[in-house]
């Protein structure tokens, strides 16, 4: 049990037999009343997210997150296999857990998988990582109708809006959150 004062993001709660991350949290103080914490919350199985208000000092369950490093080896069809960097044991994950993490994984690749009661939650990337451009159009200097960006194809498979100046073969760093080109790496 943790109280509201306690909250950080990426904590998981356990509200209604549930499992809730903490997305964003904000301690309001109005000039008149009780404070009191408001929170973005998102559901770590279905992915849904909410709004929820919280009387400051109240106490929450929180749930118990293991987060192991684990190496992603390769996908099978129908699973990702991971694999536990301490222990060398395999894991397979579904493509449903994985979700749009999958955009951004390359094989031997590190993440941190993290598991409640033997339970696959989620995965977590790092906050950018770098990818090559698997195809591109050349970019026209002076094409301006698209705000100088053009589609780009990594070699994940996923697509992005780059710059003109981005050529086939470059290696791009890309924000893991948003899917956005950062810069050239």
Do not use: C
């Not at 008149?32 to 009387?55: E, H, I, M, Q, W």
């Not at 929450?60 to 992603?72: F, G, L, S, W």
């Not at 390359?106 to 409640?116: M, S």
């Amino acid at each position: 049990m943790a109280t509201t004062n306690d909250l950080k993001n990426g904590m998981v709660l356990k509200i209604d037999n549930q499992l809730w991350q903490v997305v964003e949290f904000q301690h309001v103080k109005p000039g008149k009343g009780p404070a009191f914490v408001r929170t973005k919350l998102k559901n770590v199985l279905s992915g849904k997210n909410v709004d929820k208000t919280f009387n400051a000092g109240v106490k929450v369950e929180t749930a118990t997150v293991d987060r192991r490093d684990m190496q992603y080896l390769y996908n099978d069809g129908q699973d990702f296999i991971f694999m536990d960097l301490d222990s060398y044991e395999q894991l397979p994950i579904s493509a449903e857990v994985v979700g749009d993490s999958a955009h951004f994984m390359l094989e031997n690749q590190n993440v941190v998988v993290a598991t409640n009661e033997g339970t696959v939650l989620f995965i977590e990337l790092p906050a950018s990582v770098i990818l090559t451009v698997a195809h591109t159009e050349p970019g026209l200097q002076g094409d301006r109708s698209n705000a100088g960006t053009k589609p780009a194809t990594l070699e994940t498979g996923y697509e992005i809006q780059v710059p003109l100046f981005v050529n086939e073969g470059d290696k791009l760093k890309v924000d893991t959150r948003s899917g956005e080109y950062i810069n050239r790496a």
